[in-house]
Each structure stands twice: as structure tokens, then as C-alpha cells.
Nanobody, 127 residues
Framework: QVQLVESGGGLVQAGGSLRLSCAASGRAFSRYPMGWFRQAPGKEREFVAA????????YAADSVKGRFTISRDNAQNTVYLQMNSLKPEDTAVYYC????????????????????WGQGTQVTVSS
């Protein structure tokens, strides 16, 4: 069973950058597609970005495309979300998650595809 722990959140001014990390326990981590989601106060959780098990393909939501980049280091059991040009509307709790589909070449955008979630890390962007 993979366990996920996010870190790297914080308070940043609009236009700034943050890099989130998602550290996974368990040797199986490198087999699974991964994703980042976020949930703002009073809103439903939404998809942010996804990456295949090998890292050779990624997909990002239109709202973050060109500003956020997802990547992974399977040797370090870690997935990253580099966030640039942050906006106040990016304020949310950010979650990483894993898809139980070993070696799948897909990028998954739906919550129901994911069965393992981290506890989340808060990102606050001030105007």
C-alpha cells in the first residue's frame, strides 16, 4: 500500500512560485500514475495535473496550463508540482493521489480514478 505525504505549501504573493512535493512510501510507487488536485474553501475538489507512471507524459488543467508543471523522480519516490505565476485564485489545499493502475500510460483527470490520497498542503496566494 502506497502512502503519500505532501509538503512545500505556504504563503506567497501573486506572481510568485512554489514547488510542492509528494513523498511516497512503498516500493510500488514507481508503477503508478499520479495526480495533483486542489480544493478551495467552499468549492469542490478539482483536477490540477497528472503524470504517467514513467513520467513521459503529463496533462494539466486549462486553468494552470503554462504555469504549473508536474514531474516525478521515481528513484526518490517523489512527485512534484512546480507552480509559477501564482494567482489568488490558486489558493487551495493541494492533494497528491495515486491511481491503482500499474504501468498505465494514461493521465487521469477524474477523482474516482484515484484510490490513495495524501493529507494535503495549504497554498495561499495573496494579492
Amino acid at each position: 500500500q502506497v502512502q503519500l505525504v505532501e509538503s512545500g505549501g505556504g504563503l506567497v504573493q501573486a506572481g510568485g512560485s512554489l514547488r510542492l512535493s509528494c513523498a511516497a512510501s512503498g516500493r510500488a510507487f514507481s508503477r503508478y500514475p499520479m495526480g495533483w488536485f486542489r480544493q478551495a474553501p467552499g468549492k469542490e475538489r478539482e483536477f490540477v495535473a497528472a503524470i504517467t507512471w514513467s513520467g513521459d507524459n503529463t496533462y494539466a488543467a486549462d486553468s494552470v496550463k503554462g504555469r504549473f508543471t508536474i514531474s516525478r523522480d521515481n528513484a526518490q519516490n517523489t512527485v512534484y508540482l512546480q507552480m509559477n505565476s501564482l494567482k489568488p485564485e490558486d489558493t487551495a489545499v493541494y492533494y497528491c493521489a495515486a491511481v491503482p493502475a500499474p504501468y498505465s500510460s494514461g493521465t487521469y483527470t477524474r477523482e474516482y480514478s484515484y484510490n490513495t490520497w495524501g493529507q494535503g498542503t495549504q497554498v495561499t496566494v495573496s494579492s
